[in-house]
C-alpha cells in the first residue's frame, strides 16, 4: 500500500488565490521531505528540501516566498503555493525520506513518493 | 550537476518483445540508482533499487543492471505486456538529491 500521501490530488483555483498541498508519511517518521514539481513531458526537478523542525532549502531558480514550506512534524510537510497564476499549473510530487525507526518492508534513507497533486490556476 | 539522460524518449513495441530501456549519468559518484514507473497523471511507482555497490537487481520480469564507471544503467523487461505501457524514469541518487531523466515512455502494443 501507500506509504506516502498527497492531499488534495486535484485542485482547481483562481489566480491571486493561494493553494495548500499536504505531504504525509503513513508508518515512518521523515525528519526530510522533498517537493518536486513536473511539466507534461519533463522530468522531476526538485523545488526543494524540507526538514522537519528548521527552514527549508530551496533549489536555485525557486522562489521561497512564492513556495512556502513547512515541516511542522515527523510525518507532516506542506507547500503552499501563494498568490497563484497560471503559469504555477503543474504536477506536483512530494517524497518522504524513510528515517530511523521504520517498518520491516520499507528501506531506511529511501525516498518514497506520493501520489502527485495536479494543480491548475485559472 | 548531474546530469541524467534516458534513450529512447519513445518507443513503441508489440507484445511479448522484450524492452530495453537506457539510461546515462555523468557523475559516477552516487549512492544508488533507481528506475520507476509513472503512469499517466500518477505519482511514481518504485520498480528497483540498485546500490552502488551492486552490479543488478532482478524482481519478475525486470532487470536493472548498473555500470557506475561508465555513468550507465539499463532496465531490461521480458516479454512486454499492455500493461506495461507507461513512463519510465531513472534517477541517481547523490549529493543527498536525486536526479531524474525525462523517461522512456513505454507503448507495448497488443
Known amino acids: 500500500g501507500a506509504v506516502v500521501s498527497q492531499h488534495p490530488s486535484r485542485v482547481i483555483c483562481k489566480s491571486g488565490t493561494s493553494v495548500k498541498i499536504e505531504c504525509r508519511s503513513l508508518?515512518?517518521?521523515?525528519?526530510?521531505m522533498f517537493w518536486y514539481r513536473q511539466f507534461p513531458k519533463k522530468s522531476l526537478m526538485l523545488m526543494a528540501t524540507?526538514?522537519?523542525?528548521?527552514?527549508?532549502?530551496?533549489e536555485q531558480g525557486v522562489e521561497k516566498d512564492k513556495f512556502l514550506i513547512n515541516h511542522a512534524s515527523l510525518t507532516l510537510s506542506t507547500l503552499t503555493v501563494t498568490s497563484a497564476h497560471p503559469e504555477d499549473s503543474s504536477f506536483y510530487i512530494c517524497?518522504?525520506?524513510?528515517?530511523?525507526?521504520?517498518?520491516?518492508?520499507?528501506?531506511?534513507?529511501?525516498?518514497?513518493f506520493g501520489p502527485g497533486t495536479r494543480l491548475t490556476v485559472l | 550537476k548531474q546530469e541524467v539522460t534516458q534513450i529512447p524518449a519513445a518507443l513503441s513495441v508489440p507484445e511479448g518483445e522484450n524492452l530495453v530501456l537506457n539510461c546515462s549519468f555523468t557523475?559516477?559518484?552516487?549512492?544508488?540508482l533507481q528506475w520507476f514507473r509513472q503512469d499517466p497523471g500518477k505519482g511514481l511507482t518504485s520498480l528497483l533499487l540498485?546500490?552502488?555497490?551492486?552490479r543488478e537487481q532482478t524482481s519478475g520480469r525486470l532487470n536493472a543492471s548498473l555500470d557506475k564507471s561508465s555513468g550507465r544503467s539499463t532496465l531490461y523487461i521480458a516479454a512486454s505486456q499492455p500493461g506495461d505501457s507507461a513512463t519510465y524514469l531513472c534517477?541517481?541518487?547523490?549529493?543527498?538529491?536525486?536526479?531524474f531523466g525525462k523517461g522512456n515512455q513505454v507503448v507495448v502494443i497488443p
Open positions: 534517477a541517481v541518487y547523490g549529493n543527498n538529491r536525486l536526479a
Open positions: 524540507s526538514n522537519e523542525g528548521s527552514k527549508a532549502t530551496y
Open positions: 508508518d515512518f517518521q521523515a525528519t526530510t
Open positions: 517524497s518522504a525520506r524513510a528515517q530511523g525507526r521504520t517498518p520491516s518492508s520499507l528501506r531506511t534513507d529511501t525516498q518514497y
Open positions: 540498485i546500490q552502488s555497490s551492486q
Open positions: 557523475d559516477s559518484a552516487i549512492y544508488n
